[in-house]
């Protein structure tokens, strides 16, 4: 990969020959493990400015309904999280000559407190290209982190490395998008104002929606993405005024208010949180299914079926196709997918269990698939065969599916690639819990375009979550965890065990895997949080982990759900048996002491009576107790020598299943239980104190 400068431009044809549709990184760390920040990408003509409001792509717009840009979230990595954005440059407009990336934090945060602001860029078979890193942020609450930009008929990357004090508000002014400044006392003012039928009391008039210029629009829309369509569906339609095409008009972009994007005429179908009551006489009744699962005798017989399924889903539902191809370098086109393909290979062809096939300008894009089922393991052997297939037929890339997680830096499988051939095969993996986390994301909080998609989706997701249909995620501990869970008990555990390695990128998966099923309830984001610095190796942390694991017998990992602004620490104690799941909460700047504390209880009315309530002060403990106990007395969290209160730490804990599997009793089962407890009943209520601060939530 080059290493280039800020203000610095390189050729992306020059770099690679698959260079047509790039993948854009956006990564920093933070040692708190809290910093975050929301990427954006603006497409601007010739006269740098956008050319109508669908040339701005954020969270609440995350991708172009031509495929040209996607946003394809967050990822954890070794030091981090990166941003990833997928442009498929052959897609782009003619008219747009600049793409721009970039970034905003809020609620005051600035990216001086961040530490290795990064951006980078790989070709469509995730080959690094170009990449430069940021090190002289500071006050600036927005970056412009770089720039593509046509010569000719090439495309160019350009280091930029520009920042706004101004945030998000500023770096689109720039660009001709309009931007509502928000105050409190605006987003509080009643339907009234929400309707935004007449000028507010300074007598200035609303911004107009370029659907309905007639109407004017509220800053603020007080409905959720889930519920954003079925309002719009509701709305009786309005007369249209015509609009000049000299002067296009943008939707207005709330200024640092994350999560309140503006008003959208895109019609999005969500399936309802719960489901209508059944009609049937009694729970023998099993519903119709269009993917049947109970006849499935063998796990060739599951793969066969699970296979076909996702395939023919992923080809019949655009947004879904899209969103798990995307990652993987595919272009943005009409899809087919295929199973039980025989395909030439020296004197015995191969049979993939699936190929993907997306055709875009006439070119086509193709994957072969290999899936597995319940706990069958991937082959070397097999995925190398598909490997020099793939090569030799100029293919791009080879997808493994199976319950299995992948760990940072490391591939499911090891393959040779053959440094001589010219064509590059890329080789990706997704986990069963990926696929049915992506999809229970569309239809529950994004939206698709129609009825009869979402329809599909779900009955997919009723196939995947079926006892067996074999595809539930990662569900076994592996066989080294008896005998590490036994030696840690006994104190028989030597240092240097390799198996208490192996239970430490078992926990690395387990908790990837609560991360996806919590992000996919709740609608947003959830990452696992990791402190290393830049360049670490991630097999050394394990190895440092599993020492600490032979030390103290504990399993110990961070989360981060998007909205909020604590770190969620999960704790196993393989000695007591017991699962800790705990977050720090600061204490409110100038307030009285028991006024804080009053507060927090109060916050917490509704959280488990067992919570356990820490004061944290600058040195040592403070005073502690369950919540039961505090709420009768609050000033019992005050220290008795009158030391400054900093924060409160809430802890939960559970008991910890004792086998390695997915069963009642299973330690898998206990983790994801308690996530869920402490999220639900503890982080929930602190939602609203943070909401007041412009989170999303």
């Not at 508000?169 to 929400?194: C, K, N, Q, R, Y």
């Not at 490997?387 to 393959?415: F, H, K, Q, W």
């Not at 620490?569 to 009053?598: M, Q």
């Not at 919540?627 to 400054?644: F, I, K, Q, T, V």
Request: charged fraction near 25%; charge should be negative; aromatic fraction near 6%.
């Amino acid at each position: 990969m080059q290493e280039i400068t800020k203000g610095a431009n390189v050729s992306l044809t020059a770099l690679s020959e698959d260079a047509g549709a790039v993948v854009v990184s956006l990564s920093w760390s933070s040692a708190s493990g809290a910093g975050d920040a929301d990427v954006s990408v603006v497409l601007l003509d010739g006269n740098d400015k956008i050319r109508d409001e669908n040339d701005f792509y954020f969270y609440n717009n995350p991708a172009a309904a031509d495929g040209s840009v996607q946003l394809l979230g967050k990822t954890p990595t070794d030091n981090g999280d990166e941003d990833r954005i997928s442009v498929d440059l052959t897609a782009v407009p003619g008219e747009v000559a600049r793409i721009v990336v970039a970034a905003s934090r809020y609620g005051g945060a600035r990216f001086g407190d961040l530490d290795d602001l990064r951006m980078s860029i790989a070709d469509r078979s995730g080959e690094p290209l170009v990449g430069y890193s940021i090190d002289d942020a500071s006050v600036e609450t927005a970056f412009i982190f770089g720039e593509l930009y046509r010569r000719g008929e090439e495309w160019k990357f350009r280091a930029v490395g520009q920042g706004y004090e101004t945030g998000l508000a500023g770096l689109a002014t720039d660009f001709g998008i309009p931007v509502l400044e928000e105050t409190e006392e605006e987003e509080t003012a009643g339907a009234g104002a929400e309707a935004g039928a007449s000028p507010d009391a300074a007598g200035a008039a609303r911004p107009v929606d370029p659907v309905n210029p007639v109407n004017p629009v509220a800053a603020v829309d007080p409905v959720g993405p889930a519920d954003t369509a079925q309002a719009v569906a509701a709305a009786p339609p309005a007369p249209v005024a015509p609009v000049s095409p000299a002067v296009p008009v943008a939707s207005p972009v709330p200024a640092q208010t994350r999560g309140r994007g503006p008003r959208t005429t895109r019609k999005k179908v969500t399936l309802p949180k719960v489901a209508p009551k059944s009609l049937a006489e009694n729970e023998s009744w099993t519903q119709a299914r269009l993917f049947p699962v109970p006849s499935l005798k063998s796990d060739r017989e599951r793969e066969v079926r699970a296979t076909s399924v996702l395939l023919s889903v992923m080809a019949q539902v655009p947004e879904f196709g899209r969103r798990l191809t995307a990652a993987f370098g595919a272009p943005a086109g009409r899809m087919q997918t295929f199973t039980e393909v025989v395909l030439p290979h020296g004197d015995a062809p191969r049979r993939p269990d699936g190929v993907i096939r997306v055709e875009r300008a006439g070119k086509l894009w193709t994957a072969l698939v290999e899936t597995k089922t319940n706990g069958t393991p991937l082959k070397a052997q097999q995925i190398q065969e598909y490997m020099d297939i793939a090569a030799r037929r100029g293919y791009e890339a080879v997808i493994t599916v199976s319950n299995d997680v992948a760990l940072e830096g490391r591939p499911m499988v090891d393959v040779k690639t053959d440094g001589r051939r010219k064509h590059k095969v890329s080789l990706w993996h997704l986990s069963w819990a990926e696929v049915a986390h992506q999809a229970q994301m569309l239809i529950r909080h994004e939206g698709v375009g129609n009825a009869a998609h979402a329809w599909l989706l779900q009955e997919l997701l009723e196939y995947l979550r079926h006892e067996q249909s074999g595809c539930h995620g990662f569900q076994n501990m592996g066989a080294a965890w008896v005998p590490v869970r036994k030696g840690i008990e006994d104190e028989t555990l030597s240092h240097g065990d390799v198996r208490a390695v192996e239970v430490v990128e078992s926990w690395e998966r387990l908790i990837r895997q609560v991360c996806l099923r919590l992000g996919g309830e709740l609608g947003q984001k959830a990452l696992p949080v990791q402190r290393a610095r830049r360049g670490s190796d991630p097999q050394a942390r394990r190895v440092a982990a599993a020492e600490a694991l032979c030390t103290g017998g504990k399993l110990s990992a961070e989360l981060r759900v998007d909205g909020t602004s604590g770190v969620i620490a999960v704790s196993a104690d393989l000695r007591t048996s017991k699962v800790r799941t705990s977050v720090d909460v600061p204490a409110p700047e100038g307030a009285y002491p028991l006024a804080a504390a009053k507060r927090l209880l109060k916050l917490l009315a509704e959280a488990p009576a067992d919570l356990h309530v820490e004061s944290l002060v600058e040195a040592g403990n403070g005073p502690r107790g369950t919540l039961e106990r505090l709420r009768p007395e609050p000033g019992d969290l005050l220290p008795a020598n009158g030391a400054a209160v900093v924060g409160y730490r809430l802890s939960l804990l559970k008991g910890m299943g004792s086998t390695r599997g997915n069963t009642e009793s299973g330690f898998i089962r206990s983790v994801d239980e308690a996530v869920d407890r402490f999220y639900r009943g503890v982080v929930t209520h602190l939602v609203p104190a943070e909401g007041r601060a412009g989170r999303r939530g």
